[in-house]
């Protein structure tokens, strides 16, 4: 029996048994245009890219050798051996590591004009990290090292309101322009950073769609990359002040998503980012939460846990249609960053936010502590209801 067959015989039950009027309504659409179908048979998608070993990943700022020396070794109390460092000097990365009292796997995310040539550190992953409303690539003609990475952090853009097609299409654009000007010698030094969103199960098919669309485009560089480095952290789009008690449960499913998805590492966020200073009692539960995935839910015992699921698999392959559609479309326009200078990734950003709101101010979609179970505490939120601006044909800001 062939799968047409098998389609038509479910419809049909589910028709005698709910009425086609009943049965219409099971039918919906997501704000990415993709059909959401009440039930799936076997898909074409049916190669899902194995999981990595995934670990977790602290991440702090630097400021100076004392107080990140104290973070360090607090992160360290928690069995926790990456840690990303942000605005730190490698002559600064030298001594933390001198006096660190236990092995840390370093990711230093440094100045993009202080980049020494020249430097190799042990147990350290030099990274440049590019700003994704730039209109150009960072220079890194005068330097190539196996230890220096370039991280695409494509999570700005779903803060302001992408959908996942978009963050998709716009995520490996940015790395499409580097291959353009570097050539395929660095597509090894490409690295992504994503954030999840709540939509379950589409956030666990877009890392597996980033993978395969990756693969694709550097192999048209004849330096095809099948196990790219993925990070994956939750948004703060949809976190709220109001029933901020819900952000920690938010914070645990978008993690979730990320490792199911096949991410590499995995960064949280505290409950109350949004509303207090950085504090020991919000960062014990997020530690925790992390480290119950890792070793109390099993879920690394089994391979490719998602592998098999009809649902996912259809999401894959959707997605990968969509994104490869709207990445074409970009680079037919003259690539990524012609088309974020002249404004087309503003307004298509934009409209999606426009629709998104609709959404939720219709209550078509739900977020507790937005529009729904607000216990009122304050007005504020975080849904970005404004418009998107240019600033100098250069960067997306809100006002």
Not at 72 to 86: H, L, P, V
Not at 109 to 118: E, G, Q, V
Not at 337 to 347: A, C, P, R, Y
Request: aromatic letters at 12%.
């Amino acid at each position: 029996m062939n799968k047409k067959n098998i389609d038509e015989i479910w419809n049909q039950k589910l028709i005698n048994d709910l009425g086609e009027d009943r049965f219409k309504q099971l039918f919906s659409k997501s704000i990415e245009g993709i059909n959401i179908n009440p039930f799936y048979s076997k898909s074409k998608c049916s190669f899902f890219y194995p999981c990595p070993k995934w670990e977790i990943l602290a991440e702090i700022e630097h400021a100076g050798i004392e107080k990140s020396l104290h973070e360090i070794n607090k992160i360290n109390d928690y069995d926790i051996q990456n840690i990303a460092i942000y605005n730190i000097d490698l002559n600064h990365v030298r001594k933390l590591i001198d006096k660190t009292k236990n092995q840390i796997n370093f990711f230093c995310f440094i100045d993009n004009k202080k980049i020494d040539k020249t430097t190799e550190l042990n147990s350290t992953q030099i990274i440049l990290n590019h700003d994704c409303f730039n209109v150009k690539t960072i220079n890194i003609s005068k330097v190539y090292s196996k230890k220096l990475k370039i991280n695409i952090d494509s999570s700005p853009f779903k803060n302001l309101g992408c959908n996942i097609v978009q963050e998709i299409a716009y995520t490996v654009g940015i790395g499409n322009e580097y291959l353009n000007t570097y050539g395929g010698k660095i597509s090894p030094m490409i690295t992504f950073e994503v954030g999840q969103g709540g939509n379950y199960f589409f956030e666990i098919a877009k890392i597996q769609v980033i993978r395969r669309l990756w693969h694709l485009i550097t192999s048209y560089y004849n330096n095809e990359i099948s196990n790219v480095i993925i990070t994956t952290k939750p948004i703060t789009r949809n976190k709220t002040i109001n029933n901020f008690n819900n952000n920690l449960i938010r914070t645990t499913s978008e993690c979730m998503s990320g490792i199911l998805g096949g991410c590499n590492y995995i960064k949280s966020q505290a409950y109350d980012y949004l509303f207090k200073k950085k504090n020991d009692f919000s960062e014990n539960l997020m530690f925790k939460q992390l480290l119950i995935i890792k070793n109390e839910t099993k879920i690394d015992k089994v391979d490719n846990i998602c592998e098999g699921s009809y649902y996912i698999s259809s999401l894959i392959e959707n997605l990968l249609k969509e994104s490869f559609d709207l990445f074409k479309k970009i680079e037919k326009r003259g690539g990524f960053f012609k088309n974020l200078s002249s404004g087309i990734i503003e307004k298509e950003i934009e409209k999606n936010n426009k629709k998104e709101i609709e959404l939720y101010k219709r209550k078509d979609k739900i977020l507790v502590g937005y529009n729904a179970y607000n216990d009122k505490t304050t007005e504020e939120n975080t849904i970005n209801e404004k418009p998107i601006l240019f600033k100098n044909s250069s960067r997306i800001e809100t006002y």
